[in-house]
């Protein structure tokens, strides 16, 4: 070995690692934390509230791999891998096996897209298929009398949404990562400094409180806050919260998974019987005033939903009849204006700052499907932070970023309609 190569493997020895903070403790961001600091980055995780309290802590927790499009599909696999993993090597959390059909009702014209949907899922090589209504009905115990088409995709799952965001969390700390709570913050940038300012009330553990601090990278996760976060550094996302909601019934229910895309409403097993959603609301939601409680009409069509699907609420009697529905919240989801995430460097090249922005970074904007992402999507943010750190431009053929997630395709002021996100026709994405 030469003596400069030496004198470079020197160097690059005692180079301090690089200070990144994640903004935003849910699912995702405590994710990023913890991949970041198992990457040697030295970590600060910062959260408004308790890690998990916002949209993590209200999610699903259903968890699939069953996409058509070529990036959600491996986005899936590799999250799946990830909670079937985490689920043997994770402390406090657990993931349980449970196929997923997808069940479409007569009239609906969406049920000529199903078959073609399975096609391209089985092309990734997901485990999905269209199957006969009566062999349906005899494996599970779901109405098909109404249907028109299903799919069943057999390596689905669910998990209990804060009992993960709790272990990485664990994890995030055994890793080395700072985790200061209760701890507002704001982001400037002006190019040659790029810093986290904790709000004057903050209570983290930490002794955050009024705290300025300079890092060499920022990741922005805060979800339905993440444009505001943004907005302190004079960035635009077009990343709009919308309000979506969920139930759990006590009666006991041990079938699949199931999506009556036709009805609008999922639902799984539950340790205390099921949990069934959706009543998205397009419309754009203050993330600090919304609704958390679930709505009458929501339990309501729900709770129909659920007497037809799999006879799970009341005694099986008529539509009036009182649901056995023991809670019913809300929570938020974030959308864009094409339906994909934005994930990566935002605010392009910047010289009037005095260099480039390719220090801050974001991740948010799921349409619902943040949770189910959230293991592949920390591994791929921690990758990319640390490729960008390095010098690997956002558009090398090496750079872990995702070209179509891309926050910088857009402006940040564009106007949109807020369109569901689980649907037949996201997942078939054409």
């Known amino acids: 070995m030469s003596r400069s190569a030496r004198d470079d493997t020197v160097r690059d020895d005692l180079r301090e690692p690089p200070a990144v903070a994640v903004v935003g403790g849910g699912a995702v961001g405590a994710t990023v934390a913890a991949d970041l600091a198992a990457r040697g980055a030295d970590v600060t995780l910062y959260d408004r509230g308790e890690l998990g309290a916002e949209s993590s802590g209200r999610a699903a927790g259903v968890l699939y791999d069953?996409?058509?499009?070529?990036?959600?599909?491996?986005?899936?696999?590799?999250?799946?891998?990830?909670?079937?993993?985490?689920?043997?090597?994770?402390?406090?959390?657990?993931?349980?096996?449970?196929?997923y059909v997808i069940a479409v009702r007569e009239g609906d014209p969406d049920a000529d897209a199903v078959p073609s949907m399975v096609d391209r899922m089985r092309s990734?090589?997901?485990?999905?298929?269209?199957?006969?209504?009566?062999?349906?009905?005899?494996?599970?115990?779901?109405?098909?009398?109404?249907?028109?088409?299903?799919?069943?995709?057999e390596g689905a799952g669910w998990c209990d949404p804060a009992s993960y965001v709790a272990a990485m969390g664990r994890r995030a700390r055994r890793e080395g990562v700072a985790v200061e709570t209760e701890t507002a913050v704001s982001v400037t940038d002006n190019g040659a400094e790029l810093r986290v300012h904790a709000s004057e009330d903050a209570a983290g553990g930490g002794g955050s409180r009024g705290a300025v601090r300079e890092f060499d990278?920022?990741?922005?996760?805060?979800?339905?806050?993440?444009?505001?976060?943004?907005?302190?550094?004079?960035?635009?996302?077009p990343v709009v919260p919308y309000r979506v909601q969920a139930l759990t019934s006590g009666v006991a229910y041990d079938g699949p998974m199931v999506?009556?895309?036709?009805?609008?409403?999922?639902?799984?097993?539950?340790?205390?019987?099921?949990?069934?959603?959706?009543?998205?609301?397009?419309?754009?939601?203050?993330?600090?005033?919304?609704?958390?409680?679930?709505?009458?009409?929501?339990?309501?069509?729900?709770?129909?939903?659920?007497?037809?699907?799999?006879?799970?609420?009341?005694?099986?009697?008529?539509?009036?009849?009182?649901?056995?529905?023991?809670?019913?919240?809300a929570g938020l989801c974030t959308a864009t204006p094409d339906g994909d995430p934005l994930v990566g460097p935002v605010g392009g090249e910047r010289p009037d700052r005095g260099g480039d922005a390719d220090r801050l970074f974001v991740a948010t904007g799921w349409q619902g499907h943040g949770f189910m992402r959230a293991p592949a999507v920390g591994e791929l943010v921690a990758e990319g932070v640390l490729a960008s750190l390095d010098g690997t431009d956002a558009d090398a053929p090496e750079s872990p970023w995702i070209g179509p997630f891309d926050p910088d395709r857009f402006d940040g002021d564009e106007a949109f309609e807020i369109t569901e996100g689980m649907s037949v026709e996201a997942r078939v994405g054409e």
């Open 124 to 153: 990734h090589g997901r485990d999905v298929s269209v199957i006969d209504l009566a062999a349906l009905a005899d494996r599970f115990p779901i109405a098909t009398d109404d249907l028109a088409v299903a799919a069943v995709a």
């Open 259 to 329: 999506y009556d895309a036709t009805a609008g409403v999922y639902l799984r097993p539950h340790p205390t019987g099921l949990l069934a959603g959706d009543g998205t609301e397009p419309v754009a939601a203050d993330p600090d005033e919304y609704d958390r409680e679930g709505d009458e009409w929501f339990v309501d069509s729900v709770s129909k939903t659920l007497r037809e699907r799999v006879d799970a609420v009341g005694d099986g009697g008529s539509d009036d009849e009182a649901p056995s529905v023991e809670r019913a919240w």
């Open 217 to 237: 990278a920022v990741v922005v996760a805060a979800g339905a806050h993440s444009a505001d976060v943004l907005a302190d550094a004079e960035i635009a996302v």
């Open 66 to 99: 069953a996409y058509a499009e070529d990036v959600d599909a491996a986005l899936a696999a590799r999250a799946m891998e990830r909670f079937r993993a985490f689920d043997r090597s994770l402390p406090g959390f657990e993931f349980t096996p449970c196929p």
